[in-house]
Nanobody, 119 residues
Framework: EVQLVESGGGLVQPGGSLRLSCAAS????????MIWVRQAPGKGPEWVSA????????YYAESVKGRFTISRDNAKNTLYLQMNSLKPEDTAVYYC????????????WGQGSQVNVFS
């Protein structure tokens, strides 16, 4: 029943911007923390960002701090990742996931959205 569907990825030049969306359904979205994780070709998954269930606290990997902004609209059951000043090393499949940040656990993942940054 739980579904997470990412969208908004694509091809962009270095320095450009993209906004990813994650549409959630099948659960009470506002009761859960959410995260973004990415996986570059041939690499393991890398945690990118997290947001508490009410949007009161946000967290970022050092590699994206100052460039990416995580947000959520609980009324729309949607999670966002605004990505600015994109770099080639940001190229990856980006996944949203439902999480329990206090427990350090993640239980449901979306299918991913491809982001390609090239010059």
């Amino acid at each position: 029943e739980v579904q997470l569907v990412e969208s908004g990825g694509g091809l962009v030049q270095p320095g450009g911007s993209l906004r990813l969306s994650c549409a959630a359904s099948g659960f009470t979205f506002g009761n859960y923390d959410m995260i973004w994780v990415r996986q570059a070709p041939g690499k393991g998954p890398e945690w990118v960002s997290a947001i508490r269930y009410g949007g009161t606290s946000t967290y970022y990997a050092e590699s994206v701090k100052g460039r990416f902004t995580i947000s959520r609209d609980n009324a729309k059951n949607t999670l966002y990742l605004q990505m600015n000043s994109l770099k080639p090393e940001d190229t990856a499949v980006y996944y949203c996931a439902r999480s329990y940040l206090g427990a350090g656990s993640t239980d449901y993942w979306g299918q991913g959205s491809q982001v390609n940054v090239f010059s």
